[in-house]
Structure formats: C-alpha cells, structure tokens
C-alpha cells in the first residue's frame, strides 16, 4: 500500500515528537495504535464480505450453468410437454360434442302419470 521505510518512521516520530512532546507522546502513539488496529480490522471485515459476496456469485452462476448444461432437465421438461399435450387431447375427445354448446334440456312442464282411468 505505501511504501513507509526506516528513515520515513524515524522522521515521522522526530515531527510528532516536537509538535505534541515528551509527556503527551505515549498517549498519543497509543491511540494511534488503536485507530490503525480498528481501520485494519475494518478493513480485513470489508474484503471478506467482497469475497464472500464474489464467491457466492461464481457458486449461482455455476449452478446455473449446470442447470442449462444438465440433458435430465431438458427431458423432464419434453416429458411434461409430452403429458400436457396428451392431457388435452384426451379431455377433448372425451368432452361430448367438443366446442358445441350443450344441449337445451326440455322445458315442458311435466306430465301426470297415467293412473289407468279414461276420460270417455
């Protein structure tokens, strides 16, 4: 990331030991410390989730690849075609007089039951 020598570290201590001084110094390399540990683990948290995130795309995208490449899918789906097809012919001839209306039921009024007497 940078590129911070010996020298550059020696430099940065003399500027930091003027400007904040002696008595303030380990307090301040200290909270430092501790900011830099919290930036780096930030950080390392946020390329893991980058990774993980990058991983978890190539892993769907290969398994859609599969589901493309794989000849059992393609088949059920013929097969279910095949079914479907079948299905609907079937029901077409079994249907009475498919893509005719039913038939109009009677609408006299019914008849009485002959009890054998005559009107003469």
Not at 9 to 29: W, Y
Not at 39 to 51: F, H, Q, W
């Amino acid at each position: 990331m940078f590129d911070v020598g010996f020298f550059e570290l020696i430099l940065i201590g003399l500027v930091a030991l003027l400007v904040v001084g002696p008595e303030r110094l380990p307090k301040v390399a200290r909270t430092a410390g501790l900011w830099l540990g919290k930036g780096k683990r930030m950080l390392s948290s946020v390329k893991a989730d980058i990774e993980q995130e990058i991983k978890a795309d190539e892993l769907k995208r290969i398994l859609a690849e599969q589901q493309r490449a794989n000849p059992m899918h393609e088949i059920l789906d013929d097969t279910r075609k095949a079914v479907d097809g079948l299905k609907s012919s079937t029901e077409s001839a079994v249907r009475p007089g498919s893509g005719k209306p039913p038939a109009a039921k009677d609408s006299s009024p019914p008849t009485k039951p002959d009890d054998g007497s005559k009107d003469a």
